[in-house]
């Protein structure tokens, strides 16, 4: 036979008994309430599809870029002589619709294209390029 030290049960749970006697009920156990809002993808949605457009017109300016040594010539040459104005002009006639800042340095330009003033406007993309 094996002594058992402790008068009672260890895990209470794993007595037998505690099924059939219906005195012993368990503790519940009330869960906090949410902190969050419940959740509606409506707007994760609006906000996925307003990226696909700033991807569709990133991806404009990145296929020009591409396609045309004449145009990433200029581009670069503009930026080189901190002719911000040309540099705007250059990537807006790829057919870019959007808004856009632009940071160049010796080392790359980065193009921020915003949907800012338009239905649904979330969200931002940053392009940076080296060169």
Known sequence: ???YPYPQWVYPYSDPRWLFN???QPQTVLSPPNPFPSINT???NTSAHSF???LKQADLLAGKIVNSKE???DLMEAAQLSNTKKVDELILSTGITLKIK???S???IRIELTNAGNEGSCCNLLMTLKW
């Open 1 to 3: 036979m094996h002594y």
């Open 22 to 24: 219906n005195n012993l």
């Open 42 to 44: 409506q707007v994760l």
């Open 52 to 54: 696909q457009e700033l």
């Open 71 to 73: 145009f990433a010539h």
């Open 102 to 104: 632009t940071y160049f």
């Open 106 to 108: 010796p080392t790359g």
